[in-house]
T-cell receptor, first 115, second 115 residues
Framework: AQSVSQHNHHVILSEAASLELGCNYS??????LFWYVQYPGQHLQLLLK??????LVKGIKGFEAEFIKSKFSFNLRKPSVQWSDTAEYFC?????????????FGTGTRLKVLA | DTGVSQDPRHKITKRGQNVTFRCDPI?????LYWYRQTLGQGPEFLTY????????KSRLLSDRFSAERPKGSFSTLEIQRTEQGDSAMYLC?????????????FGPGTRLTVT
């Protein structure tokens, strides 16, 4: 079955540290990829998306992600995190199969940034 | 664009009672999705509508669950004879369908607690 794996469930960093959150998916066809963020007490918001083209995509708040097709990965990165980045991050994949659209989320990574 | 809204935001009910949640999507969006999210998990797909047609239902959606979108605008999700295992956050999302390249916009969710 198709799935999305986020290997880091909890990450704790100090401010200014670099961030990389892993995301791998299992589907061999064409996919669209997303990272969503959920700040404490708020709803899910789109951070960035990849549909096609340049595999390095830039999102809001200095986040970027790189699609590596051969590794089925879409890792999220930020060179220098801030306390305000404390949130839960979800990777999601969307594709078309068997006449329907699938939208599958990972289990999330809870990031805590220490001031 | 006022975003996706959901009502109520919180619902506490006793086991065996019926509950109904409402979702109002972004006005021009023709697709509407329902997800369930439990602690430590990402959103799990339940069902989606394109206009008023319910196009797909997850196996997670047991016979006690029913969703409607009668006029292709707002949607309701009803759970009959609630069980403690139904306790979760129920998320609604909407999108403008443009083939496979679309992104979903999420509402704040309805947190259901079954006692």
């Amino acid at each position: 079955a198709q799935s999305v794996s986020q290997h880091n469930h909890h990450v704790i960093l100090s401010e200014a540290a670099s961030l990389e959150l892993g995301c791998n998916y299992s589907y061999g066809g064409t996919v669209n990829l997303f990272w969503y963020v959920q700040y404490p007490g708020q709803h899910l918001q789109l951070l960035l998306k990849y549909f096609s083209g340049d595999p390095l995509v830039k999102g809001i708040k200095g986040f970027e992600a790189e699609f590596i097709k051969s590794k089925f990965s879409f890792n999220l990165r930020k060179p220098s995190v801030q306390w305000s980045d404390t949130a839960e991050y979800f990777c999601a994949v969307n594709f078309h199969t068997s006449g329907t659209y699938k939208y599958i989320f990972g289990t999330g990574t809870r990031l805590k940034v220490l001031a | 664009d006022t975003g996706v809204s959901q009502d109520p935001r919180h619902k506490i009910t006793k086991r065996g009672q019926n509950v109904t949640f409402r979702c109002d999507p972004i006005s021009e969006h023709n697709r509407l999705y329902w997800y369930r999210q439990t602690l430590g998990q990402g959103p799990e797909f339940l069902t989606y509508f394109q206009n008023e047609a319910q196009l797909e239902k997850s196996r997670l959606l047991s016979d006690r669950f029913s969703a409607e979108r009668p006029k292709g605008s707002f949607s309701t999700l009803e759970i009959q004879r609630t069980e403690q295992g139904d306790s979760a956050m129920y998320l609604c999302a909407s999108s403008l369908e443009t083939g496979i390249r679309y992104e979903q916009y999420f509402g704040p969710g309805t947190r259901l607690t079954v006692t």
